[in-house]
């Protein structure tokens, strides 16, 4: 798998049908990477399972700070 087809299979599962294609710049946050490294992991001729799990481990530590951000900024506003 190139790394051009593991992104466009990405931006498919986070766009919903009849929805328009996600941007690179929503692609590259839901992925926890710039749009700079998200433009890198395209151009990769193959792409290795171990690039993969890392890439996993990315995804995860952008889900918790955007689940942290989502529960934190809240409880700040009130007080």
């Given at each position: 798998?190139?790394g051009a087809?593991?992104?466009?299979?990405?931006?498919?599962?986070?766009?919903?049908?009849?929805?328009?294609?996600?941007?690179?710049?929503a692609?590259?946050?839901?992925l926890?990477?710039?749009?700079?490294h998200?433009?890198?992991?395209k151009?990769?001729?193959d792409v290795?399972?171990?690039?993969?799990?890392?890439?996993?481990?990315?995804?995860?530590?952008?889900?918790?700070?955007?689940?942290?951000?989502?529960?934190?900024?809240?409880?700040?506003?009130?007080?």
């Amino acid at each position: 798998m190139t790394g051009a087809e593991l992104i466009e299979q990405v931006r498919r599962a986070i766009t919903g049908s009849g929805e328009r294609p996600a941007t690179d710049r929503a692609v590259a946050g839901r992925l926890g990477m710039s749009v700079t490294h998200l433009t890198n992991w395209k151009k990769r001729q193959d792409v290795t399972p171990e690039q993969i799990a890392r890439l996993l481990l990315s995804v995860d530590r952008a889900s918790e700070e955007r689940t942290h951000n989502g529960v934190i900024q809240p409880i700040v506003e009130f007080f």
